[in-house]
């Protein structure tokens, strides 16, 4: 069965740099949400889109962005990287289907920012 | 969002039945128990979702006492390959976005 698939999957920028990450959800889920992991900590969510739109903001830093384009795949843009944004980015989609409220995961980018 | 609480870690041998218990203790009316596997490195896994009493699939079982504020995980017969951090979430049902809020899961260990 598909999955969710991320890329890259690892990632290495300096600080101040930028970097793109990108999501494609799995066919038919409309529903995309982005998560950070820190070393040793629990996943955080970032944000979300549905059907396009932004849905829902959690605590992603104002020089994080990200859209979901016609094709529902996501991108989330980072912008003057600093050191503590070195995570494990999650990008997860859901199914158009209503009677579920399962999330699948993707296999996560690693971004190291040095 | 209802808050969870769930035990830091827990230790297993193999072949054992493992139950991890979670308590929200102000879990609202219209939320769902959701529990969430994770191994190192790889995103979170759906094992299981439940609204009350008992509810099976093909690699648990969810146990929901009437009261709701708590729900109890289990997993038959542990093998070493069930060694991952285990998130017990709580929220909302409906349509909309409905993100995940993890807290501090429970880290279980599965001993030869």
């Known amino acids: 069965a598909a999955g969710v698939i991320q890329s890259p999957r690892h990632l290495i920028k300096e600080k101040r740099e930028t970097a793109t990450l990108k999501c494609y959800p799995i066919?038919?889920?409309?529903?995309v949400y982005w998560y950070q992991q820190g070393p040793g900590q629990d996943p955080q969510f970032l944000i979300s889109?549905?059907?396009?739109?932004?849905?829902d903001k959690g605590s992603i830093p104002d020089r994080f962005s990200a859209q979901q384009f016609s094709d529902y795949h996501s991108e989330l843009n980072m912008s003057s990287l600093e050191l503590g944004d070195s995570a494990l980015y999650f990008c997860?989609?859901?199914?158009?289907?209503?009677?579920?409220?399962?999330?699948?995961f993707g296999p996560g980018t690693r971004l190291t920012v040095t | 969002l209802a808050k969870t609480t769930q035990p830091i870690s827990m230790d297993s041998y193999e072949g054992q039945e493992v139950n991890i218990t979670c308590s929200h203790n102000?879990?609202?009316?219209?939320?769902?128990i959701t529990w969430y596997q994770q191994f190192p490195s790889q995103g979170p896994r759906f094992i299981i979702q439940g609204y009350k009493t008992k509810v099976t699939n093909e690699v648990a079982s969810l146990f929901i006492p009437a009261d709701r504020k708590s729900s109890t995980l289990s997993l038959p017969r542990v093998s070493l390959s069930d060694t991952a951090v285990y998130y017990c979430l709580v929220g909302p049902s409906g349509a909309g976005s409905y993100q995940l809020t993890f807290g501090k899961g429970t880290k279980l260990s599965v001993i030869p």
């Open positions: 997860a989609s859901r199914s158009r289907d209503r009677s579920t409220y399962e999330q699948y």
């Open positions: 066919p038919r889920h409309d529903t």
């Open positions: 102000n879990i609202a009316t219209n939320d769902y």
């Open positions: 889109f549905y059907e396009k739109m932004q849905s």
